[in-house]
């Protein structure tokens, strides 16, 4: 067992993991933090994908005991009182259907917002599709998670 | 997943010393094909060393024309280097098209050399453009690391430190993708260096990346895209699989070629 200290959506977190303890199931089942998903087994969905220092990984290609002392940010650190920006306008341009690749695609997509805007680049649909390539979708046909992710970029 | 000890090294002798004291341990560093082969029981090491956190091994440098990156350098800072940016685009546009933006997040230079998959991107980069790959114990040239599917000249323990690349005159690399796993279909670098014009292969081969001979001979002389496409590339010792022909592939090595050295 190794011993961690992380910071979890703004909270201090210590605890005890094992060597072979993914931070998907670290975050799932010790932090009950169950809005990371597990689309796959083949770190392929990106169905888990959170932020660690500010960038987006796969939680479930991750060890928990190698995230000691970083910040981690989680779908459920995301909002602040009201929806991120990248939430309501999932929610304004029906992004989802099922919902299950939600958690994922939302945080990749506040990701690739957030490095855009640092290098001045444009948010266009052609980039949203090519930056959202780690995250599958089986429901929406992408169209509106496109336009969610561009409608956010300019509230952002 | 099988039980497994973390290990985060502090320095080469910390990681040398687990390593030592566990036959069955590995190195770990993004993870992003270890962990993966991990969790589908492809791979059980009882011990897992973490090198990331070791002085030295992240971050790109130039000394003079050589241009040093550190073993555990994420392919998304290679991207987004100036000094790669600088010293040889090709390198820094190959990084930012592996995978996904989660995956270049993680997945590390060294890491992907050491697993030497046969579809991986940075291994044509390595052989293309002549670079030397730095150990914890020795330096050997590219033309002597890769060996074969997945197998390379690196020693049960030997730990990468760092990638160095010499500057080349003209460099470019092309691959079209197999869209589900995202690595190459078929990927080929193009690179005018001290010692001539090498053409490499990702993707295709039977054997892994390997230098492209009739490539070779048909840009020597003829640095042209007509050049590429009219070279004599054979199907013999090229993979069939269900995502293409080994005849298809051959067709493509000239195609992406032709790509190459237009964008060099
Ligand atoms: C969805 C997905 C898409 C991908 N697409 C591509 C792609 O398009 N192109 C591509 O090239 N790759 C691709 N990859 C693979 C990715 O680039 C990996 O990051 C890379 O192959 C391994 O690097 P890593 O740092 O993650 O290594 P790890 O997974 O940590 O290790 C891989 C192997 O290398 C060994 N190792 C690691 N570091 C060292 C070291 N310093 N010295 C000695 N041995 C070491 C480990 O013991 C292990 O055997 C993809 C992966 C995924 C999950
Ligand atoms: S659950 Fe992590 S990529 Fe699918
Ligand atoms: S909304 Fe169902 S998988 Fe994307």
Redesign the interface.
Known sequence: MTKVKMTVNGKAVTREVSGETLLSEFLREDLRLTGTHIGCDTSQCGACVVHIDGKAVKSCTTLAAATDGAEVTTIEGLANGDLHPMQAAFKEHHGLQCGFCTPGMIMSGVDMVNRYKAEGREVTAEAVRHELEGNICRCTGYHNIVKAVQDAATKM | ??????T?AASIDDAVKALGADEEAKI?SG??TL??T???HLAAPT??V?V?SIAGMVGTSLDGDTLVIGAATTH?EVAGSAEVQKHTPALACLASGI?????R??GTIGGSVANNDPAADYPAALLALGATVVTNQREIGADDFFDGLFGTALEEGEIITAVKFPKAQAAAYVKFRQP???FALVGVFVAKGSDGIRVTVTGAGDEGVFRSEALEAALTGDWSEAAAKGADVSAEGLMSDIHGTAAYRANLIKVMAARAVAAA
């Open positions: 997943m099988y039980p497994t000890k973390y985060k770990l993870g992003q962990i993966a991990m969790k589908q011990g897992l973490d990331r998304a995978g996904d933006p989660a995956v997040h993680a589900a796993s995202l």
